[in-house]
């Protein structure tokens, strides 16, 4: 059984950084597990942010995020983190993490993949992150 636990949330101004993170407990494979940054704002569906293939330590980004989000995972701490640098408004939401163990490569990083909460066995509580301009 994996718990998730994010932190780092809260209110910053338009161009400012903040760190998340998603302490993990419990066994996460370090080869074939995909670890996932997603946020909902307000009367909006759940985006998928970014994903952390632990193999290769590879990572996929949204659009919206790239060059300003990056993710990384700590092994020791047992910790994914999301990085985010510039923020914008747009950017105010509630974060999840979520890990899905014995998933591709291809499919961890590809975004348009596992939208549906239930392709997640794996969710964290949430962290608030709100931009003003």
């Known amino acids: 059984q994996v718990q998730l636990v994010e932190s780092g949330g809260g209110s910053v101004q338009a161009g400012d950084s903040l760190t998340l993170s998603c302490e993990a407990s419990?066994?996460?494979?370090?080869?074939?597990?995909?670890m996932a940054w997603f946020r909902q704002a307000p009367g909006k569906e759940r985006e998928a942010v970014a994903r952390?293939?632990?193999?290769?330590?590879?990572?996929a980004y949204v659009d919206s995020v790239k060059g300003r989000f990056t993710t990384s995972r700590d092994y020791t701490k047992n910790t994914l983190y999301l990085q985010m640098n510039n923020v914008k408004s747009e950017d105010s939401a509630m974060y999840y993490c979520?890990?899905?163990?014995?998933?591709?490569?291809?499919?961890?990083?590809?975004?348009?993949?596992?939208?549906?909460?239930?392709?997640?066995?794996?969710w964290g509580q949430g962290t608030q992150v709100t931009v003003s301009s």
């Open positions: 979520a890990v899905k163990q014995a998933l591709s490569r291809a499919q961890c990083l590809d975004l348009s993949w596992g939208a549906a909460t239930a392709a997640w066995p794996y």
């Open positions: 419990g066994y996460i494979s370090a080869t074939t597990s995909c």
């Open positions: 952390f293939y632990t193999n290769l330590e590879a990572a």
